[in-house]
């Protein structure tokens, strides 16, 4: 009687998961199209500033990287959407914006080598709130985003995975394989990085950042 008790108590516990970071997945064709035309000269520009490089490493283990486009008014209808789904992520999260604006603080498109070897170590970014990417040319061929547990005390104590290849609350890291027209949206904090690409077809992506700033900064 007393085991089947214990069993009773075991089964009726509730659980509840805090403090997680949440990534949010749309993908958005109607963008696609105009952004990718709007993209080549950007590339086409980064390339003419990295010929130098190019001819050096043979178009090896290159990330071609745009300057802000932000204000590329190519790029409006994206960069409006952005802002849109930007401030919903926050909100979602129970934070109180009535006091803040939204500021992209930058906005690039980024091409890896023809020749493969592209590739972007872990790392995040450093006072803003909101990241994100918009992929336009990948494939199941292509480099593909890694996000890592943002938790420093979590990752001092990990144990061994009973299975790593599935999806639970302990992994340390998952992978996403996008296809083009697909939006991804994370808090600025959690870590990332993108997988070496092998140069077997095109792998193009848009990135920003935006922070939340108070208002009577931002009007002064």
């Known amino acids: 009687m007393e085991q089947e008790n214990n069993n009773q108590e075991v089964n009726n516990i509730q659980e509840a998961v805090y403090f997680g970071s949440p990534l949010w997945m749309d993908y958005r064709p109607e963008f696609l199209n105009s952004s990718i035309t709007a993209s080549e000269k950007h590339i086409k520009e980064a390339k003419k500033r990295d010929k130098e490089l190019i001819k050096k490493t043979n178009d090896f283990g290159i990330s071609y990287h745009s300057g802000n486009i932000y204000n590329d008014p190519e790029f409006k209808n994206l960069t409006d959407y952005i802002k849109l789904r930007s401030w919903e992520f926050m ?130």
């Open 91 to 220: 909100e979602s999260q129970g934070f109180d914006l009535t006091n803040y604006g939204l500021v992209v603080n930058e906005m690039w498109v980024q091409e890896f080598s023809k020749n493969g070897g592209g590739h972007h170590d872990t790392h995040i970014h450093q006072n803003n709130h909101v990241s994100g990417f918009y992929f336009l040319k990948c494939s199941n061929e292509t480099s593909y985003p890694i996000f890592h547990d943002p938790r420093p005390a979590a990752s001092m104590t990990k144990l061994p995975l009973k299975n790593p290849e599935e999806i639970n609350l302990g992994m340390e890291s998952i992978r996403f394989v996008p296809t083009p027209g697909t939006i991804m949206i994370f808090n600025s904090y959690v870590p990332h990085q993108f997988a070496v690409d092998h140069g077997k077809d095109t792998f193009r992506f848009i990135h920003w950042n935006a922070q939340f700033v108070i208002n009577n900064l931002i009007n002064k």
